[in-house]
């Protein structure tokens, strides 16, 4: 079973778009959290410990996440979507590009 992690700012919009559209893909285990302390579900240690795959939606989720968490990613995947904060939650556009670039990592 593979624990992957979504994450942009807010976690509000895009990652847990992210958790839904593949929440019910087989062998993955899905959680989304926000790198901004106001976020719906605030980035946490125990989060990151968990994943074995982090998808962060832009470059400056990456460098919120290296600089915090170093340590924790030693060991980890973490990949950039390089998706704007352009979607609502479930846009059938955002589900199609995130369909579209996830899978090739799993």
């Not at 979504?6 to 929440?23: D, G, I, W, Y």
């Not at 901004?36 to 470059?59: C, G, H, R, T, Y």
Request: hydrophobic residues 40%; charged residues 30%; negative net charge.
């Amino acid at each position: 079973m593979k624990k992957i992690l979504f994450v942009c700012s807010q976690n509000k919009l895009r990652s847990p778009t992210a958790e839904q559209v593949f929440a019910d893909w087989p062998d993955i285990e899905t959680l989304s959290a926000g790198t901004n302390n106001d976020a719906e579900n605030p980035l946490s240690d125990e989060q990151v410990e968990w994943a074995d795959i982090i998808f962060v939606m832009e470059k400056a989720h990456r460098n919120k996440m290296q600089q915090k968490y170093r340590s924790a990613l030693k060991d980890k995947r973490l990949i950039c979507l390089h998706i704007p904060d352009d979607y609502d939650y479930m846009d059938p556009s955002l589900v199609l590009l995130l369909k579209a670039k996830v899978p090739q990592y799993l």
